[in-house]
T-cell receptor, first 113, second 115 residues
Framework: QQQVKQSPQSLIVQKGGISIINCAYENTAFDYFPWYQQFPGKGPALLIAIRPDVSEKKEGRFTISFNKSAKQFSLHIMDSQPGDSATYFCAASKETSGSRLTFGEGTQLTVNP | GAGVSQSPRYKVAKRGQDVALRCDPISGHVSLFWYQQALGQGPEFLTYFQNEAQLDKSGLPSDRFFAERPEGSVSTLKIQRTQQEDSAVYLC?????????????FGSGTRLTVV
């Protein structure tokens, strides 16, 4: 059972545009929602994370929007750059010691120059 | 070391062969996780260690998969009698305390191809 659903599967934007990736989760016990960025041949790297007590978190050009009632959260990349071209994964977890991450299927982002 | 190191980077195994994948976590990191990432998919949890204790192995897909971390640092994921469906990237991650506040640090993975 896929507990975290991610869309779109792929996304192409122009340099300077806004990239938006969406995720929906099922398990209401989840209380930690990170986004990871993965380049080819590398492991995922933490980009930004949010907890459900806030509706939005911004770090530089990256913003997470969180809708607890809808069980949805999204990543917005402002002023997208070619260097942002990578695969992005949303994830969810219940934050306890040893908590596993449940990942979405991933979104391959391409930013054209 | 500066990051999580995994070896080998690539492994080609004939179907039925046993393989061993190694993970060197960041020095001092208490918790270690293994994930399996199939092509074009997100990582899926396999198992979790806190120091040398394997506290969760519920994600291991079959009894052909075995993981150990005998001294609480280096970990080995062993796959016996490999099958084609085992082909994937195997990712190791470590965290300082086991909680998620600081996030995981992932290694670059071992790409296993079973032919």
């Amino acid at each position: 059972q896929q507990q975290v659903k991610q869309s779109p599967q792929s996304l192409i934007v122009q340099k300077g545009g806004i990239s938006i990736i969406n995720c929906a989760y099922e398990n209401t016990a989840f209380d930690y929602f990170p986004w990871y960025q993965q380049f080819p041949g590398k492991g995922p790297a933490l980009l930004i994370a949010i907890r459900p007590d806030v509706s939005e978190k911004k770090e530089g050009r990256f913003t997470i929007s969180f809708n607890k009632s809808a069980k949805q959260f999204s990543l917005h990349i402002m002023d997208s750059q070619p260097g942002d071209s990578a695969t992005y994964f949303c994830a969810a977890s219940k934050e306890t010691s040893g908590s596993r991450l449940t990942f979405g299927e991933g979104t391959q982002l391409t930013v054209n120059p | 070391g500066a990051g999580v190191s995994q070896s080998p980077r690539y492994k080609v195994a004939k179907r039925g062969q046993d393989v061993a994948l190694r993970c060197d976590p960041i020095s001092g990191h208490v918790s270690l996780f293994w994930y399996q990432q199939a092509l074009g998919q997100g990582p899926e949890f396999l198992t979790y260690f806190q120091n040398e204790a394997q506290l969760d192995k519920s994600g291991l897909p079959s009894d052909r998969f075995f993981a150990e971390r005998p001294e609480g640092s280096v970990s080995t994921l062993k796959i016996q009698r490999t099958q084609q469906e085992d082909s994937a990237v195997y990712l190791c991650a470590s965290t300082l305390s086991g909680g998620l506040v600081s996030g995981y640090t992932f290694g670059s993975g071992t790409r296993l191809t079973v032919v």
